[in-house]
């Protein structure tokens, strides 16, 4: 009998608190894959055999092979996966936020800071660039996390931010910042190059990153997936509801700020590479919820892997599929997240959205 | 004996409305208290401030004589575990997440559970009989089952001063009873327990003291036998002795049955 006990308690911790080894496998051999194939794709086709033998030992490509793949695709490979992981990281601290799995990364109103930031890059100030950003990338960067700054302040009362109000404060901010861009547009003396410019931004573009852009960015993930690992079990405790989380013993203004700094961070860091990218820090995380369950210290890591999949495969389509022309990656992202987005809420009408 | 929670002059007050008023009160060591009375009387209060979730207007709350207001929420949790009324995930946690909820107060920021957390977290699932829906889903239990569950996270803290609030409450009157035999379990384990109670017909020899709060007047301590009188109750729950004969006269004998 006590042997029996003993056994079942081995199974119990074995099968029920490890991490999913197993998806985190595929999913890093997937987004090595992946890019191996993007990188070979587009106007000038580099096979895969011949990439991997350059990756081992070298010499199998010629200069031009070389040039392209080392400050074209690569970069921009590189830029999809890092924009793609912090936006899923970030609607993911802001779904645990929330307690609510409708959250995305823009739901405190970093994205209308974002638009006006970037139209004032556009229209007023086009030619200055710092570490490799351009105006519109520094300047969406400066607006996202300025208007995240302005509704804290506006949504706190008496040390407390509760969270509609945070909700609420960030929709109205948001939604004045992107409109009032409108009269920046009225300065538009380019005929238009502006206003085309703009809109390929606010439909989520990867640019042609630099080096020197990646390394910050990387820098930036890197911090906030480090920051992201304490507050996960934190994001657990939090989803019995801010009473019983304090009772518990979790410091809920704490978590929260950690959250909103580290999830603005993210998402400011992501705009500044890709513009507006709608649905993938909405869908990932949603995505991984239905495979592993609502844990986000399991989450976490899936989540930072699956979002980085997903863009690349989504910005490489956006790049090919017309070819020469390129679709906003954005595009392709809501025509993917959209109808899967529509397909799960019907899908989980009665038992809820898990 | 021991006392876990001392209530001194305790004034408390939503706004303006107090709701409570120079509360002096002792949860001593394996007891287990009933805290009646009608609604809005302050049953809840009196355990959220029990809990430390919320600190006195007026006079001080210790446990084990120290004041909670001076301690950490995470040390307070150590010892005292607030089961509330309603929890509402809004993810669907399996029960073992839920109850591992529990061990909160005794992790360290970057540490993950130990053998010493699981242990604590079984023994509460093996305690209250839900061992083995530990891979369900907590919002798709029953409401007996998830109230089962609710307390299984409350022992997982292994605490001195188990708190109830309304543990009774949408059960069906088996689970009402299956939720009486638990209580009375726990208290063999030597877990001190205060409950607060709606069915006053449900509270029997199992508790070893009743606490009647009324509004506006100062709280009544007693055994089962002092406090559950008609007499008593109609004044506090200010019901009209004759107004409903026929429902007091059953009210009455379930009682008496009771007891």
Redesign the interface.
Known sequence: MAREVTEE?AI??DT??RRPYWLLGILSASVVLAALIAAGMGAVHVPVWLLARQLIGGGALSEDQRMILFSIRLPRILASLLVGGALSVSGLLFQGLF???LADPYVIGSSGGAVLGASIGVFLLPSISAAGFGTIALLAFVGALGSITLVYWLARVDGRTPVVALLLAGFAVSTMLSYSSYFLEVLDRDFGTGMRVLASWLHGTIAQPTWPQLAIVTFMLAIGLAGS??LA?SL??L???E????????SVQQTRIAVIVIGSVLTAAAVALGGLISFVGLIVPHML?MVL???HVRLLPAAALSGALFLLVADTVARTVIAPAELPVGVLTALIGGPFFLYLLRKTKQG?L? | MISLIEFAHVDFAYGTRYVIRDLDARITENQCIAVVGPNGAGKTTLLRLAAGTIAPACGEVSLKGRDLRLLKQREIAQSVAFVPQNVEVPFSFTVEQFVEQGRTPFLKMFGGLRGADYEAMRRAMELTDTWSLRSRVFNELSGGERQRVKIALGLAQQPQLLLLDEPMQHLDIGRQFEMIDLIELLRREGITIVASMHDLALIDGTFSSVWLMSPDEPMRQGSAEEILRPEVLEMAFNCLPHHRPRLMERIRNRMEHAL
Do not use: F
């Not at chain 1, 009473?243 to 979790?250: D, F, I, P």
């Open positions: 308690r119990y911790k029920h608190h307690r609510n799995p690992v304490p079990r657990n405790t989803a019995l509801g009473e019983y989380a304090t009772h518990l013993g979790l919820r369950g609502p844990d809820g898990s």
